[in-house]
């Protein structure tokens, strides 16, 4: 569809007014950091720039805080939004859908979003987007982290295609670094995920980045009402999804992938009040985690916490029933990455196990955290002919696990090896034999974990784990009878899984908050004049804060 000319001219004025102030301020800034270059040593500079970050991200926070007090955010108001641009929207003439974005950034992480996206895709009060996006890792370089690989996989499990965003502006004959501008190109972009979405009721799945992993999409292009997450941490997104960007378009939600198990509570990067703030709802798969992470907020914040239960869970729960493979076993290894803080084993544990697979006694399977290679090799403790050489015996003698789906990883194995991590609780919730190794701290989980651990095997040396190798390898069923007795009173006592399913509340509470929502921006979508300039996006700069796990 043509846009008008008039809309043309003042779309252009709009973008070129709006280059040359960004063009000055870049020059401005610019000019500021080699004066403190050369002026600040390095300490004194990383202190400043953590000060500079908090102050404006509080900033940040002060102005999405007082505009909720006036009005949701921008997509709940099309006319404040270049929606109102699209004569053929379907605002114009029906009521619009609820729009829920799924922001995939890891494809292990995906799995706890992808049940919820299902049950969503399945009615007709949902538009659903899965947006595969990059994410920075322990060097701060961006990678694509099998992102691409599962919403590709989500798309064939709807009947449906990924589509590269680079592919609609390409074909539009857009400038990807003009689409990120509220000006024509935008527009245009907005048009065809108007138009697509209004003509297909399946979800529109989308590879937001390019070979470069450069994104040239945002969240104002999208207009989601819903943007789920599993991460909080916007210093590993591209700067235009930064918590308070996102904020200004959508209710940000935050479905937990990690879980939180560590005995200290002083700082928890997962709850961090300075991230959480800027969500709308964080829906708590446990009891625990629920008041762990309420104590952690501050008195300003848009958060509201419920209790869900986790659909991940719930999947995990049903691979209980799986019978083992013939002998030999297959072990999953799949320690923390961190291989230097007193909780992994890696380092302790890796050549043991390979060396036992070599001896036939197993096949070990192998499932390298995305963030292990990085943080081995590049930070040197690591030579890259040491990593080759583990990965070469563990392809020899096992298997190299890299897929997305930690569900396949965990249904292809019979015994799960792993240390203080979220994956010492998802293989136990799984029903396979697991093995925790314990750190050096002795005391490094909490009480609820501790509970969890009573269905599990541990091994604070070399010579415990091969033992209880041994033992269940011999006779499986036999070693791991006691664990199994005590499998229904920790579920009971330490989880929560409600009747309908953790998808059906979660579903059930973003209708509810629309029910709530839409009143309120109907009657201010009548005078939205003075609103403008109060909910104009916020301009944080883009910076990477190493999160402490």
């Known amino acids: 569809?043509?846009?008008?000319?008039?809309?043309?001219?003042?779309?252009?004025?709009?973008?070129?007014?709006?280059?040359?102030?960004?063009?000055?301020?870049?020059?401005?800034?610019?000019?500021?950091?080699?004066?403190?270059?050369?002026?600040?040593?390095?300490?004194?500079?990383?202190?400043?720039?953590?000060?500079?970050?908090?102050?404006?991200?509080?900033?940040?926070?002060?102005?999405?805080?007082?505009?909720?007090?006036?009005?949701?955010?921008?997509?709940?108001?099309?006319?404040?939004?270049?929606?109102?641009?699209?004569?053929?929207?379907?605002?114009?003439?029906?009521?619009?859908?609820?729009?829920?974005?799924?922001?995939?950034?890891?494809?292990?992480?995906?799995?706890?979003?992808?049940?919820?996206?299902?049950?969503?895709?399945?009615?007709?009060?949902?538009?659903?987007?899965?947006?595969?996006?990059?994410?920075?890792?322990?060097?701060?370089?961006?990678?694509?982290?099998?992102?691409?690989?599962?919403?590709?996989?989500?798309?064939?499990?709807?009947?449906?295609?990924?589509?590269?965003?680079?592919?609609?502006?390409?074909?539009?004959?857009?400038?990807?670094?003009?689409?990120?501008?509220?000006?024509?190109?935008?527009?245009?972009?907005?048009?065809?995920?108007?138009?697509?979405?209004?003509?297909?009721?399946?979800?529109?799945?989308?590879?937001?980045?390019?070979?470069?992993?450069?994104?040239p999409i945002t969240p104002q292009d999208l207009a989601a009402h819903y943007c789920f997450t599993t991460r909080p941490y916007d210093s590993l997104r591209p700067a235009a999804w930064s918590n308070p960007r996102i904020a200004q378009i959508s209710k940000l939600c935050y479905i937990e992938y990690g879980v939180y198990m560590f005995s200290s509570f002083d700082e928890i990067s997962a709850y961090d009040y300075r991230l959480l703030r800027f969500y709308d709802y964080y829906f708590a798969p446990t009891p625990f985690h629920a008041k762990l992470s309420a104590s952690k907020q501050g008195a300003k914040s848009l958060l509201r916490i419920m209790l869900s239960g986790s659909a991940y869970f719930e999947r995990l729960i049903s691979l209980a029933s799986h019978k083992p493979h013939a002998k030999p076993l297959r072990v999953l290894y799949v320690p923390r990455w961190a291989a230097q803080d007193t909780h992994s084993t890696f380092s302790r544990y890796i050549e043991p196990l390979i060396e036992a697979a070599k001896q036939g006694h197993f096949r070990l399977h192998f499932r390298p955290h995305p963030n292990m290679y990085d943080h081995l090799v590049e930070s040197n403790l690591l030579s890259k002919q040491q990593w080759q050489g583990i990965k070469d015996c563990v392809e020899k003698y096992g298997f190299w696990d890299t897929r997305p789906s930690i569900m396949e990883s965990f249904s292809d194995s019979d015994i799960i090896i792993s240390d203080t991590s979220s994956m010492l609780i998802y293989a136990f919730l799984s029903g396979k034999p697991t093995i925790y190794t314990q750190g050096d701290d002795m005391a490094e989980i909490c009480a609820w974990a501790l509970r969890v651990a009573q269905g599990v095997f541990i091994a604070t040396s070399k010579q415990e784990l091969l033992q209880v190798l041994r033992d269940l390898c011999a006779n499986l069923q036999q070693a791991f009878m006691p664990k199994i007795i005590s499998r229904d009173w920790i579920l009971q006592q330490n989880f929560y899984f409600p009747k309908g399913g953790a998808s059906a509340i979660i579903r059930d509470s973003i209708l509810s908050d629309m029910s709530q929502t839409s009143p309120q921006a109907k009657a201010l979508d009548k005078d939205f004049k003075h609103l403008e300039s109060a909910l104009c996006p916020t301009d944080l700069p883009p910076q990477y804060i190493r999160i402490k796990r």
């Open 1 to 215: 569809m043509a846009l008008s000319p008039t809309l043309q001219s003042n779309a252009l004025k709009q973008y070129l007014s709006g280059n040359a102030m960004k063009s000055l301020c870049t020059q401005a800034k610019k000019a500021l950091k080699s004066c403190l270059k050369v002026c600040c040593p390095p300490p004194i500079r990383k202190s400043l720039s953590t000060y500079l970050y908090k102050y404006r991200a509080d900033r940040a926070f002060e102005r999405i805080y007082l505009a909720r007090k006036v009005a949701p955010p921008l997509a709940f108001l099309p006319r404040l939004s270049h929606l109102s641009h699209l004569p053929s929207s379907p605002h114009a003439t029906q009521a619009r859908k609820i729009r829920v974005l799924f922001y995939n950034d890891w494809g292990n992480s995906w799995e706890a979003l992808e049940p919820l996206a299902l049950v969503l895709s399945g009615d007709p009060a949902f538009e659903v987007i899965v947006l595969a996006m990059p994410s920075r890792v322990e060097s701060s370089a961006f990678y694509d982290l099998n992102a691409s690989l599962s919403t590709q996989s989500f798309a064939q499990k709807v009947q449906t295609q990924a589509i590269l965003v680079q592919d609609i502006l390409d074909s539009s004959d857009l400038d990807s670094s003009l689409a990120r501008a509220k000006s024509l190109h935008a527009t245009k972009l907005a048009q065809w995920l108007e138009s697509t979405l209004a003509t297909n009721s399946k979800p529109l799945c989308l590879i937001g980045f390019d070979t470069a992993l450069n994104a």
